[in-house]
C-alpha cells in the first residue's frame, strides 16, 4: 500500500512540477494507476485522511516511515477530504482527474464548491470523497453516470499548450547546447527569485539542463545546481511552493544513476557536495543512495568519507530505516558494523529486534557495536538485551555492556554490577572490570550502594596488595561522584594515608562537599 499511495504522491507532484505534454506526467501518472490497481486487487479500499497520515475506518493507521504517504493524507486533508475510497474498478481518468483537483490550492477548490462537487461535475465515477457506505456511494455515482460527463483521459488533457508567466516565455529544453555562464545565469537569477510562478520556470528550465549535461556526461557541472536547490528545499523563508519545486526539482536531477555515483566519487575531495546537499540528495533518492552509501562505507579506506556517509546517514531518521535494516542480511562484518552504528544513530524503536539479533552475529567488533547502538536507543527491551551480555558468558563483551548500562543510567543492572566489584578474586586479575563496574556504578547514581562501597574500603588484599590499593582509588572516586555524606569519615580516614589513594579520597571529599554545598568543609 504503501509503494502503491506514494506513486500517486509523485504523480501528483510532478503534474504541478512539469507543463503540459511533459512525458514524465504521462509516465507518472501510469506507473500510479497501475501500483494502485495491483493494491485494489479487485477489492474496493477506503481509508481516513488526516494530518498525520491515513488510517483504515476501524481506526487502525498505516505506519509510513518515508513520509511520502503522511504528506499525500495531508494534502487531501487540507482539502476537506477527511475520507476517501477507492472503487474496485478505478478508472485511469479519474484518477487523472484527482491530480489534477489535487494541483489546485484548497482556497480555489473552496471558491469551486469544494471538493465533492467539483469531484461530481468533472464526473469522477470510481473516486469518491468523504463517503464510505457502498450503498450511498452506488447512488452518488449512478447519478453522475446519468449526467453524461465523462472525464478527460491523458491524451486529451496532454493536447494544447499550457500559458507561461509572460515574464518567462523560453522553452523548458534549451535549443543551443548549455554552456557554464548560462547555468551560472541560471544559478543566478533562481537565487534572486522571488515569485512562484517564475521560479517554477525557473527550476524547469534547471532540469532541462541538467538533462543535457547528463547526456553529455558533464554531470560535475551539476553540483553548484544541486547546492542552490537544497539550500532553496530547506530555507523557510521560501514560500512553500518554491521548497516544494526545489525538492522535485533536485529529485527529477540525481534520478540518474551516474549522477548519483559521480556524488559518490567526489565526497572526500575538494569539490565534493557539502552535508546539507547530500542530506538532501540522500533523502530524495532514498534506498539505492543508502545503499551504495554502505557499500562505499565498508570499502573506503578514508576516513573523512567514512565520517562524511555515517553522518549523513544518521541525520536521515526514520525514513532511512527501512533500507538499513533490509541490509543486514549482508554476511560483511564491517557492513553489518557500519549499519548498527548508524541504526544506533537514528535511535529508532524499529531496529531494536534487529539490533539484538546482532548481540549474536559472530564477529565481536558487530557485537560491541550492537551493543553501543542498543544504549543509543535505551528503554527497558534494551536495557535487558544489553544486560544479557552481562549475564552470558562471554568475558570479551563485559567492558562494553559496563560502559553502556552506566552510559544508561541501568538500575536494572546495579546488582549485576555489585557483583563484579565484589566478586571472589585474590589476586585481583580482574581489576581492570571491577574499575569499569565502578565507573558505571557512579554514572548511575544510586546511593543505595554506599554502604557496600564503604565496607569495600575498609577491607585489605593482602595477596594483591598494589593492585588493591588501585581497587580501594576507584572506589572512593566512585563515593566521591555518588555524592554521599555518609562515605566521608571513612574516606577522611584514608585521606591521610597520601600516595594514589589518599589522593582519590581527597578528591572524593571534595566531590562530595560540592554536592552537600558545604563551602565552609565537611563537618
Not at 497520515?53 to 486533508?77: C, I, M, N, Q, R
Not at 544518521?314 to 548498527?340: H, M, T, Y
Request: with cysteine; charged share 20%.
Amino acid at each position: 500500500m504503501l509503494e502503491a499511495f506514494g506513486t500517486l504522491y509523485r504523480a501528483v507532484r510532478a503534474w504541478r512540477f512539469y507543463p503540459k505534454g511533459h512525458p514524465t506526467r504521462r509516465n507518472s501518472l501510469n506507473l500510479a494507476y497501475s501500483a494502485l490497481l495491483l493494491q485494489l486487487d479487485g477489492n474496493t479500499l477506503s481509508l481516513a485522511c488526516g494530518r498525520t497520515g491515513f488510517s483504515f475506518p476501524d481506526g487502525e493507521s498505516f505506519k509510513d516511515a518515508s513520509g511520502v504517504t503522511t504528506a499525500l493524507a495531508y494534502e487531501l486533508f487540507v482539502r476537506r477530504v477527511q475520507k476517501i475510497t477507492f472503487s474496485h474498478d478505478l478508472f485511469e481518468e479519474d484518477l487523472l482527474e484527482l491530480c489534477k483537483l489535487l494541483c489546485l490550492t484548497p482556497e480555489e477548490i473552496q471558491q469551486h464548491g469544494g471538493i465533492d462537487s467539483m469531484m461530481a461535475a468533472r464526473g469522477i465515477r470510481t473516486i469518491w470523497a468523504n463517503e464510505f457506505d457502498l450503498a450511498a456511494i452506488q447512488r452518488k455515482r449512478h447519478m453522475v453516470e446519468q449526467s453524461g460527463v465523462i472525464p478527460q483521459g491523458i491524451d486529451d488533457a496532454e493536447t494544447g499548450e499550457e500559458p507561461a508567466p509572460a515574464a518567462e516565455q523560453q522553452p523548458v529544453q534549451p535549443e543551443a547546447p548549455v554552456s557554464e555562464l548560462q547555468l551560472q545565469t541560471l544559478l543566478g537569477r533562481l537565487a534572486a527569485c522571488v515569485d512562484d510562478d517564475t521560479y517554477l520556470i525557473l527550476v524547469r528550465h534547471a532540469v532541462g539542463y541538467a538533462d543535457e549535461l547528463h547526456v553529455r556526461n558533464e554531470t560535475v557541472l551539476l553540483f553548484p545546481l544541486i547546492e542552490l536547490l537544497s539550500g532553496h528545499a530547506g530555507d523557510e523563508n521560501r514560500s512553500k511552493n518554491m521548497r516544494g519545486h526545489a525538492q522535485f526539482a533536485i529529485e527529477q536531477i540525481i534520478t540518474s544513476k551516474d549522477v548519483l555515483q559521480t556524488v559518490f566519487k567526489r565526497i572526500g575531495q575538494s569539490n565534493e557536495l557539502s552535508e546539507l546537499a547530500l542530506h538532501t540528495v540522500f533523502k530524495a533518492v532514498g534506498a539505492p543512495a543508502i545503499t551504495s552509501a554502505v557499500e562505499l562505507m565498508g570499502r573506503t579506506k578514508n576516513l573523512k568519507v567514512r565520517k562524511t556517509l555515517s553522518t549523513i546517514l544518521g541525520g536521515l531518521d526514520e525514513a532511512a530505516v527501512p533500507a538499513l535494516l533490509g541490509l543486514l542480511q549482508d554476511s560483511r562484518w564491517f557492513i553489518i558494523r557500519n549499519i548498527c552504528a548508524i541504526l544506533g544513530a537514528i535511535a529508532s524503536r524499529e531496529a531494536l529486534p534487529a539490533l539484538t539479533k546482532c548481540l549474536q552475529f559472530p564477529d565481536l567488533r558487530v557485537q560491541k557495536e550492537a551493543i553501543r547502538s542498543l544504549a543509543q536507543l535505551g528503554g527497558p527491551e534494551a536495557e535487558g538485551a544489553i544486560l544479557g551480555i552481562l549475564r552470558g558468558a562471554d568475558p570479551a563483551l563485559y567492558p562494553q555492556a559496563i560502559a553502556s548500562l552506566g552510559g544508561m543510567k541501568s538500575r536494572m543492572s546495579l546488582s549485576e554490577l555489585m557483583k563484579i566489584v565484589f566478586s571472589r578474586d585474590l589476586f585481583l586479575t580482574s581489576l581492570p572490570l571491577k574499575i569499569d563496574a565502578l565507573a558505571a556504578i557512579a554514572a548511575i547514581g544510586d546511593r543505595q550502594v554506599t554502604p557496600y562501597l564503604v565496607a569495600l574500603l575498609k577491607k585489605w588484599h593482602l595477596l594483591a596488595a598494589a593492585r588493591g590499593k588501585l581497587l580501594k582509588a576507584a572506589t572512593a572516586s566512585c563515593l566521591g561522584k555518588l555524592g554521599d555524606a555518609r562515605a566521608v569519615p571513612t574516606l577522611k580516614k584514608l585521606a591521610s594515608s597520601g600516595g594514589e589513594l589518599g589522593y582519590a579520597c581527597s578528591e572524593a571529599l571534595a566531590l562530595i562537599e560540592k554536592m552537600e554545598g558545604r563551602p565552609n568543609g565537611i563537618s
